[in-house]
């Protein structure tokens, strides 16, 4: 035990009062008391008196009886920006962050009161003149009220203590201030007048080595070697080990990453709850964790939803039925996301869980917060805290299973801190409706910090402030750097500069910083006899340089443990893997496949991808697009054609309809295409229906005028013909857009396509668009003359494909004319059907073989826009490839 706990413990057990600067100082002060209590042998013992200075006021004030007068905390902060808000309510000053502007002005009302001064005979800016009025508009609320906050409570601490109505400590022992306030010296200077000893108490610097400084490549740099030091140090026994952080809260999530990496790196392996062996001083915003962001989505949940703020209420297992009902939810977040839509209205979101019995605990669960939605009447805080909890109540947060220790923790955070602390607004705040309660719920999730309750481990994470009065056996100090320490000067600017700098007040000049800064190096150089300063050589682009403070010290290069992280254990001792070349899965138990023509392109594209796809039924989720995605634009054009072909059934009865005749025939049909695809008749008038309805007709209009009409005489055999043909050994389902018949008697087949086609694609050494060949060789009326895309699009509405001979169809080629056709030293319309026929048959034969190797045929055509480069790992492939 270092001379420095053995006082503060000698004089508490004396029962001396000790105060500290933070809490974290005086639990970790209690907990070396408990210890040496016990290492005495004893097995009860009076409770010390040490306590963090707020909370001695606290008490001061709770046993003068006027704890309700005591204003800090969210009311605080609520009346400023209450004051702020009908100050500025209908000006330009509007526009201010009101919260931020709330506590600068908050603060400057704290410093005028603690350092005893006025702004009356200060000159003042415009925006020091508008603080002045909030001021006394505080000032007035809080004399009106009979409210104090902490400046006034220590001048009603130090009264009562004059006229003894609070019992004055014999002694007092100040820890871990680097500098005493004004109302702190006020504190001393009352317990002094009343016959009380006050002294400060500091580790003695005389014991501490000359610290060593370690600049490290940069900031991630110094985190690992920071890491890989207190690992080092832990497998030789050490039992006190601190690193401070200068900025710990903007490197908080690096810290905790790096750190468990490093000296616990089996902690993920275990699941561990709760690390043990190194602690972080501060913790994560509560509305981060998850039980607490949960409730807080249940709770926003409105008339109207977005598609990611349903999918996670489907997914978050602190639902009502998570896990009874998970399969079920799972199935409908899926169905959700087939109509690819970006958001759904709750109504229809009930009527849809609860059709063929999709989700029904789930649509009870929206019922509940539908109904709760409807509360619309201006309550206060409290009232809306009580209305909050109960709501959830009713949709079961936080879940059926059993909650860890650390949910446990957060739910009780939600219980314990969070409602109470919005319900402590009561007293600020008038009657407010729903919204915005639920806007005040939100920001106190994000202020109020939550750090899970667990025993200290040997390895203390803390940062620059919480640190003092912390001794270690070893010490790392990061961030370093000359804009670190010292901090740049940030006078407050609701006061003057000049105000500030001549009361030394906080922050105010560089020169106030710079003598902060030496008391700190001080501070943390007796902080333990080995202590290292680190900083960082570069940020990005930017070279840095140390502490002006810290240019004396001598350079040193600590032990290192090697890096335990599992990253980092492989490279150093990599694993002898076996390999498994997996191409092949079972046969095809039926000839019988489910995915009509798009199995054999897929089978042709890549085999992996067909067997993925149609075998394994493994597709990633459709996405919501705004407005109509391209599927559901192409559905409609389909089937607009379909009902504008099934009235006028030929060329010639085109030809006679008048342009106003066509336009009507035209809209008759695009209206009914768009009637049966949205049934939801608010849907059907929506303004974005409307445009998608003239966009159709113009297209249309577009493709029968420039396509239709140029084409010689036509008529229309088949319309969505639906067929089950076999091809090898694979029997699939077709559906032929359209069969036409000329005049001369030849069929031609067409598919319709709303994008850009390439021809070249219809003949090759690989078929890559199978769908029309697979029509040309199992037409059952007759064999087709000829196959072409009807590539409907506008701008560029033609026909793409391939015939028996040239002039068939508009600048469409025959066989003996088509390039590729010429390559392959096909000659005729029969040899082509006859390639076409081989192609597919082979194609067929491999996919019911189960041949599911990773062979795209090229990265445009194959894996641009696949789904699945995940699960093929294809890029993977590619990569170890070019390293061989």
Known sequence: MTPFLEKII??????????????????????AYDRQMQALGKQVWPTPQIFSL???????????????????????????????????????????????????????????????????????????????????????????????DRPALTDLVCEALHRKKLVCPNRILLSGFDQLSPLLLKLRQQVEACGGLVEEIAPDISSANLPVIYAANDAQHEMHQAACWARGLLEQGAESIGVVVSDLQARRSAIERIFRDQIDPQAVLRLDEEETIFSLSLGAPLLDQGPIYAALEMLAVGYQLSLDQLSFLLRTPYLQASLSESDKRASFDSRLRSFRQQSFSLKRLVELAKTDGQAPKFAGCLESLATQQQASKRRLPGQWAAHFDETLIKVGWPGERSLASSEYQMVKAWRDKLLPALASLDAVSPPVNRSVA??????????????????????????????????????????????????PARPNPFLPVALQVAAQMPHSSPERELDFARQVVVRLTAASPATIFSYAKRAGDCELRPSPLLHDLPAAEPDFAPASDLRSRLLEHPLDLDELSDIQG??????????????????????????????????????????????????????????????????????????????????????????????????????????????????????????????????????????????????????????????????????????????????????????????????????????????????????????????????????????????????????????WRQQLVAVAEDFVAGVARVDPVDFKHACQYCDLTGLCRISEAELSGGEE
């Open 10 to 31: 000698s004089a508490a057990a004396s029962g001396a009062l000790i105060l500290t600067s933070n809490k974290r100082l005086s639990r970790h002060l209690q907990s």
């Open 54 to 148: 707020d909370a001695w006021f606290d008490r001061m004030i709770a046993e003068l009886g006027e704890g309700w007068r005591l204003l800090q905390g969210p009311p605080l902060k609520r009346l400023w920006e209450q004051i702020i808000e009908a100050d500025s309510a209908g000006s330009e000053k509007e526009l201010l962050q009101l919260s931020a502007t709330a506590e600068k002005a908050r603060q400057a009302a704290q410093l005028l009161r603690e350092y005893g001064l006025s702004l009356d005979s200060s000159a003042l800016t415009e925006d020091q003149r508008v603080f002045r009025n909030w001021q006394q508009r505080y000032q007035q609320i809080c004399a009106e009220q009979g409210w104090l």
């Open 438 to 487: 639920l806007s005040m719920l939100r920001r106190l999730a994000a202020e109020i910090e939550f750090q899970l309750e667990a025993p200290t481990g040997p390895v203390q994470v803390v940062g620059l402030l919480e640190s003092a009065g912390l001794e270690f056996a070893h010490l790392w100090v990061m961030g370093m750097t000359e804009d670190a320490l010292p901090s």
């Open 586 to 835: 079972p046969a095809l138990a039926s000839e019988r496949g489910k995915g009509g023509t798009s199995i054999l392109k897929d089978q042709a594209l890549c085999p992996f991808r067909a067997f993925a796809r149609h075998r394994l039924q493994a597709y990633s989720f459709d996405e919501a697009q705004p407005g109509l995605d391209a599927m559901t634009r192409g559905n409609l054009l389909h089937k607009a054609l379909e009902l504008f072909w099934t009235e006028v059934k030929n060329q010639r009865t085109l030809n006679a309809l008048s342009d106003t005749e066509r336009s009507a025939q035209i809209e008759r049909a695009v209206k009914q295409a768009l009637d049966e695809n949205f049934e939801d008749p608010r849907e059907r008038q929506s303004e974005l229906v409307g445009i998608e309805q003239s966009r159709l007709q113009n297209l249309i209009d577009e493709w029968l005028s420039k396509v239709e009409q140029a084409r010689s005489p036509f008529e229309i055999l088949k319309l969505e013909d639906d067929r089950l043909e076999q091809i090898g050994p694979l029997q699939i389902r077709t559906i032929i857009d359209r069969i036409d018949r000329l005049e001369d008697g030849s069929l031609v087949i067409l598919d319709y396509k709303s994008g850009a086609v390439e021809a070249e694609l219809l003949v090759g050494e690989r078929l890559l668009e199978p769908q029309l060949p697979i029509y040309a060789i199992t037409n059952s009326e007759a064999e087709a003359d000829g196959v072409a895309f009807a590539q409907v699009r506008r701008g560029s509405c033609k026909l793409i494909g391939v015939a028996r001979d040239s002039g068939l169809l508009p600048k469409v080629d025959g066989v003996e004319q088509h390039k590729k056709s010429q390559a392959l030293a096909l000659n005729s319309w029969n040899e082509l059907l006859s390639h």
